[in-house]
Every structure is written in structure tokens, then in C-alpha cells.
């Protein structure tokens, strides 16, 4: 499943999720995609909280799966969608961290823009129409 909230109004909150210690660890990617690769807004740093950040998203057209690679503005690999939470409208991405001083030494920070690659090698994406549709189902 995809890990989205089929719920319209229900909000985002980090605090519901597993605990920690169900957390496998967090492969770190060495990886800088290259200029000719065509990269896309995800959105921008929301909140940080523990060894998670959590972007609120920028295209409600496309929304990522689990696992797709998210990148800097320097097209640097700063980790996974590891959870999509809220509304497929407005879809809010959490990645995982092993550490918090992971997170600070990757320089991320509040509103910072990140972004994904369109190359399926590194992304995947929920067929929105879909869940549309499972959230006009569960309504009536």
C-alpha cells in the first residue's frame, strides 16, 4: 500500500507514527545525479522532528511512493520517501534519518526546497486517479 490517508481533512501528524525502534536503518546514498537529469520540486521542509523530515509537497498531480529518492538543490541524495501522510491532495512526505546530526549534516533546514528526479530509476509515483477514487468511495 502506499501509505496515504485516503481521508480529505484528517492532518499530517508525525507523532502517530511507529515507533523508533521499528525503524530499519537508513542506507546513506553517495549519489549526485548529474545535470542532464531532469529533477522536479517535491516541496519544502515543513518540519523537522528527531531523525525525520517532513516536506509538505508541491504537486498534487504526481504524488512520490515509498522509496523514491529525494535530492537537494544540489542534486545530492538526501534519502526516501519513507511515509506519504495526509490527504492526496495535499501530500506530505516524511524521510527517515538514522540521526538527527544526519539530517544537520546534510544542511537541511525549515523551507528548504527538495526535490525528486523523473527517472523511474529513482522514483516511483502512486497512480493518483485511483486513490481519487478510493476517496470518493470511502466518503459514501
Known sequence: SSGINAEYGESMNIKDMPFKETFPEVEIIDLVLSEVEEICSLGTIYQIVEDF???KGSHYDQVLDL???VF???RKCVGYVFEVLGPVREPYYSIHFNTNSDIANLGLH???ELFYSTNENYSRYVLVEKL???EFS???
Open 53 to 55: 523530515v517532513v516536506v
Open 67 to 69: 522509496d523514491s529518492m
Open 110 to 112: 525549515l523551507n528548504q
Open 132 to 134: 481519487r477514487e478510493l
Open 72 to 74: 537537494d538543490g544540489k
Open 138 to 140: 470511502s466518503r459514501h
